[in-house]
């Protein structure tokens, strides 16, 4: 199976901030990723697919960039509706499995 | 509008079983890749399994291999997850969701908690 390791797991910052959070894959995935965006008690939310391709209706502040294994999610200017958890999931191959999570916390 | 309705979720006991409903409206179910996702309380979220459109090909996670199944009804817009041999392990919130090929989930349900204890 292909591990997904993301980092941090915990991210304080401010409103307005620039943040990114890493995924690296034990192997390479080509651009077989995804970012999802978690809040409490909802079901998970597609940001970005193909690694940088922004899901319909997702603001442009989000961007995804990398591919084989090395992987980045950034958000340009934090507005308060961004804090909650992300997750990369690889589906390049089966099972496809995710990342194990960052929280994005405000300070 | 596209919706996803998991259903039976509850309260069993350990070795026990459950069978999972996920009823989809809005879209063209038969063309999808249907999934299976948990997520234990307070814990990140775990692929199960996937059902192709024609139900030829079906994958599942090692934690389930062998006690889970997956299924599908085309004819009824519907997704199924059997669950027998449970375990305390297996306590969680359990997403379906659908993928178009060569993407991933881009729809989910809002889950159904299956909580595994005596």
């Known amino acids: 199976d292909v591990q997904m390791t993301q980092s941090p797991s915990t991210l304080s910052a401010f409103v307005g901030d620039r943040v990114t959070i890493a995924c690296r894959a034990s192997?390479?995935?080509?651009?077989?990723l995804a970012w999802y965006q978690q809040k409490p008690g909802k079901a998970p939310k597609l940001l970005i697919y193909?690694?940088?391709n922004l899901e319909s209706g997702v603001p442009s502040r989000f961007t995804g960039s990398g591919s084989g294994t090395e992987f980045t999610l950034t958000i340009s200017s934090l507005q308060p509706d961004d804090f909650a958890t992300y997750y990369c999931q690889q589906y390049n191959s089966y099972p496809n499995t995710f990342g194990q999570g960052t929280k994005l916390e405000i300070k | 509008e596209v919706q996803l309705v998991e259903s039976g979720g509850g309260l069993v006991k350990p070795g026990g079983s459950l069978r999972l409903s996920c009823a989809a409206s809005?879209?063209?179910?038969?063309?999808?890749?249907m999934i299976w996702v948990r997520q234990a309380p307070g814990k990140g979220l775990e692929w199960v399994s996937c059902i192709y459109s024609n139900s030829r090909y079906i994958s599942y996670a090692e934690s389930v291999k062998g006690r889970f199944t997956i299924s599908r009804d085309n004819a009824k817009n519907s997704l199924y997850l059997q669950m027998n041999s449970l375990r305390a392990e297996d306590t969680a919130v359990y997403f379906c969701a659908r993928a178009g090929y060569d993407n991933p989930p881009d729809f989910w349900g809002q889950g159904t908690l299956v909580t595994v204890s005596s």
């Open positions: 192997q390479s995935i080509s651009s077989w």
């Open positions: 193909k690694a940088s």
């Open positions: 809005g879209f063209a179910f038969s063309s999808y890749i």
